[in-house]
T-cell receptor
Framework: NAGVTQTPKFQVLKTGQSMTLQCAQD?????MYWYRQDPGMGLRLIYY???????DKGEVPNGYNVSRLNKREFSLRLESAAPSQTSVYFC??????????FGPGTRLTVT | EDQVTQSPEALRLQEGESSSLNCSYT??????LFWYRQDPGKGPEFLFT???AGEEKEKERLKATLTKKESFLHITAPKPEDSATYLC?????????????FGTGTRLKVLA
């Protein structure tokens, strides 16, 4: 089992460019999450999907969109990247009330 | 407002010097409290889940405990390989039960 996989691992964008971060899990979890992690701020929830076919905003959703493509896949899209979106992005999956499993992260720099 | 606070922010220990990390929480009904370990450049790795006050879990040199207001991660006779950032998270009952609230972590450095 691969667990949670994310692509790409690294990305550099120019302000205004768009990109999609991909996430997939093979643990048959119902819920999936996107977080960003910044120094001193901890993990902040961007969007989550409680189950296939549903998505909801988290703490910091502005500037992002998500798609729950199927039970395995949950993508995060930056439509017009800004320097404030420079961060490390983590995808996670879980079942309700249970621990989350995280991917290896995507390190994004916006210049 | 649901909140998680971890202390200390950073901790340096000599190898073999036992200590504890604290996670204080304020939630409107606790569904679960979770401890993770995060190594530099990697995603958080699950350690323990605690569901009710009085519960304890152990794994090698780590022991997690839970009260109604806080959790402790006790590290007994740590080794340099225990150096990492330790994260605490809670999941609350009620609306938004799918959300996990994270603390900012404790950076642990164990010196040989």
């Amino acid at each position: 089992n691969a667990g949670v996989t994310q692509t790409p691992k690294f990305q550099v964008l120019k302000t205004g460019q768009s990109m999609t971060l991909q996430c997939a899990q093979d643990m048959n979890h119902n819920s999936m999450y996107w977080y960003r992690q910044d120094p001193g701020m901890g993990l902040r929830l961007i969007y989550y999907s409680a189950s296939e076919g549903t998505t909801d905003k988290g703490e910091v959703p502005n500037g992002y969109n998500v798609s729950r493509l199927n039970k395995r896949e949950f993508s995060l899209r930056l439509e017009s990247a800004a320097p404030s979106q420079t961060s490390v992005y983590f995808c996670a999956s879980s079942d309700l009330g249970h621990e989350q499993y995280f991917g290896p992260g995507t390190r994004l720099t916006v210049t | 407002e649901d909140q998680v606070t971890q202390s200390p922010e950073a901790l340096r220990l000599q190898e073999g010097e036992s200590s504890s990390l604290n996670c204080s929480y304020t939630v409107s009904g606790l569904r679960g409290l979770f401890w993770y370990r995060q190594d530099p450049g990697k995603g958080p790795e699950f350690l323990f889940t605690l569901y009710s006050a009085g519960e304890e879990k152990e794994k090698e040199r780590l022991k997690a405990t839970l009260t109604k207001k806080e959790s402790f991660l006790h590290i007994t006779a740590p080794k340099p390989e225990d150096s990492a950032t330790y994260l605490c998270a809670v999941q609350a009952r009620g609306s938004g039960t799918y959300k996990y609230i994270f603390g900012t972590g404790t950076r642990l450095k164990v010196l040989a």
